[in-house]
């Protein structure tokens, strides 16, 4: 396991290694205008991966561990369905 601060300090290639090898894919995307950002778990933080829009190439990693860096999926999670009734 790598701690947050490791995987900072890690070439982005190597980044992109270990993401891919441990991380969890959530399902939630955000699109602008140039980019759609991929949201992944990975060990006790959060990886954005950003990629160009019209290539769809990815551009780089931005992980992060603070909840409040989430704000932007709050909105993309759908919770309806866990208040229906049978």
Known sequence: MVSFDGYKMLSQDMQAEILLQFGVYTELIRYTSQLNIELYTLYDFYVEIYFDKVTEDPI????????????PYWQLIEIDSLFETK
Do not use: G, Q, W
């Open 60 to 71: 780089f990693l931005r992980p992060f561990n603070l909840v409040s860096e989430l704000e």
